[in-house]
């Protein structure tokens, strides 16, 4: 089966560009997450939908993020313009259900931003 | 006081060492625990569920204390493929959302 597929893994930019991120969630799953890893700050949640509806969106950084699900089986993660301090490894996850104390998460790759 | 505080290592041992690692957390309030263990520049991973009672599947062995408000991850018999980083996780909020511990590197060494 196929897991939670992220595009594009890699990503170098120029500051000032629009970023565009995308994922497709596990079949069946209809709760999706975005996070950003850093060394500095770790994993954080920046979006969190379920049923296609953002339902916690308080970790998005600023006005610069922007995310979307327009169905279930997709999602894009946009920053414009892009900073340096948005270098990071972006997650998508998903979970089975709406409940994501009690479900576990499945990450896909991954996409490694660098803005340079 | 960080919601999720874990000791970053790294924790270098011999193989067939046991090694322990415990976690904080500050919301008295969370009700779900859990291990997830990521491999160097790979996702994370659901690697075990931590249960009021304790629990345990095979070499690993995950301990909670609410009281203290800590969590345990312990490793029996370390192999070469345990090496990877073990983030503690909790859940945080109303929405019930999970808050990622920064994660213990463990590098088991022949």
């Known amino acids: 089966d196929a897991g939670v597929i992220q595009s594009p893994r890699h990503e170098v930019t120029e500051m000032g560009q629009e970023v565009t991120l995308r994922c497709k969630p596990i079949?069946?799953?209809?709760?999706l997450f975005w996070y950003r890893q850093t060394m500095m700050r770790g994993l954080e949640l920046l979006i969190y939908?379920?049923?296609?509806?953002?339902?916690?969106d308080s970790g998005m950084p600023e006005d610069r993020f922007s995310a979307k699900m327009p169905n279930a089986s997709f999602s894009t993660l946009k920053i414009q313009p892009s900073e340096p301090r948005d270098s990071a490894v972006y997650f998508c996850?998903?979970?089975?259900?709406?409940?994501?104390?009690?479900?576990?998460?499945?990450f896909g790759p991954g996409t490694r931003l660098t803005v340079l | 006081r960080k919601e999720v505080e874990q000791d970053p290592g790294p924790f270098n041992v011999p193989e067939g060492a046991t090694v322990a690692f415990n976690c904080t957390y500050s919301?008295?309030?969370?009700?779900?625990f859990f291990w997830y263990r990521q491999d160097c520049r790979k996702e994370p991973k659901l690697l075990m569920s931590?249960?009021?009672s304790g629990n345990e599947d095979g070499r690993f062995t995950a301990q909670l204390n609410r009281a203290s408000q800590y969590i345990s991850l312990l490793i029996r018999d370390s192999k070469l493929s345990d090496s990877a980083t073990y983030l503690c996780v909790v859940d945080g909020g109303s929405q019930g959302n999970l808050i990622f511990g920064k994660g213990t590197k463990l590098s088991v060494k022949p």
């Open positions: 079949s069946g799953h209809n709760s």
């Open positions: 931590v249960y009021s």
């Open positions: 996850a998903s979970i089975r259900g709406g409940a994501p104390a009690h479900n576990e998460q499945f």
């Open positions: 939908f379920n049923n296609n509806v953002p339902i916690d």
């Open positions: 919301n008295s309030a969370s009700q779900s």
